[in-house]
């Protein structure tokens, strides 16, 4: 059972445009959400994260939005640039009902292509 | 080093072999971590350390995969009798304290047992 979901393995974005990346989660126990970013032969990288007690966090051309009631984040990137062509993972940890507040949960990954 | 290093990066082992995959994590960080990823997945926890103290290994898959940290900096992770289940890269990561933190990762380990 996946506890953390991204449903789109792929997606291709216009260099210049927004870049739209989507994360559902099932699980009422977590309340903190990472964003990593990986590329090839490479291991993930942290790119950004959120809490629960907040609904957005920017960084840069980086912004995650989190939807509690609907259990959903999405980061989105503008504007992309083709050097932000890798794969995205969404994870999420939690404290909440016992937790554990270190163990990451991760969805499969979404792919992401910036074209020139 | 500057971020978290593993080795080998690549390995191939033959069913029934034991191996033996090293993690330097970033210096002073307190945690360490062990993720497995499967092709097209996203990496699952294997185990987690604080300092020299394995405080969860409950994502290791059987009594095959045993993790050590003795003196709270390097880590190794084992895997007796290899089976071709076990091929995937596994992950290490590390972060300065524990809990609802970012973690570094390295590179990863490549395993592929034939």
């Known amino acids: 059972d996946q506890q953390v979901k991204q449903n789109s393995p792929s997606l291709s974005v216009q260099e210049g445009r927004i870049s739209i990346l989507n994360c559902d989660y099932t699980?009422?126990?977590?309340?903190?959400f990472l964003w990593y970013k990986k590329y090839p032969a490479e291991g993930p990288t942290f790119l950004i994260s959120?809490?629960?007690?907040?609904d957005k966090n920017e960084d840069g051309r980086f912004t995650v939005f989190l939807n509690k009631s609907a259990k959903h984040l999405s980061l989105h990137i503008v504007p992309s640039q083709p050097g932000d062509s890798a794969v995205y993972f969404c994870?999420?940890?939690?404290?909440?009902?016992?937790?554990?507040?270190?163990?990451?949960?991760f969805g499969k990954g979404t792919l992401l292509t910036v074209n020139p | 080093g500057a971020g978290v290093s593993q080795s080998p990066r690549y390995k191939v082992a033959k069913r029934g072999q034991d191996v033996a995959l090293r993690c330097d994590p970033i210096s002073g960080h307190v945690s360490l971590f062990w993720y497995q990823q499967a092709l097209g997945q996203g990496p699952e926890f294997l185990t987690y350390f604080q300092n020299e103290a394995q405080l969860d290994k409950s994502g290791l898959p059987s009594d095959r995969f045993f993790a050590e940290r003795p003196e709270g900096s390097v880590s190794t992770l084992k895997i007796q009798r290899t089976q071709q289940e076990d091929s995937a890269v596994y992950l290490c990561?590390?972060?300065?304290?524990?809990?609802?933190?970012?973690?570094?990762f390295g590179q990863g380990t490549r395993l592929t047992v034939v």
């Open positions: 990561a590390s972060s300065f304290s524990s809990g609802n933190t970012e973690a570094f």
């Open positions: 959120i809490s629960s007690i907040k």
């Open positions: 699980n009422s126990m977590f309340d903190y």
């Open positions: 994870a999420a940890s939690g404290t909440r009902s016992g937790g554990s507040n270190y163990k990451l949960t």
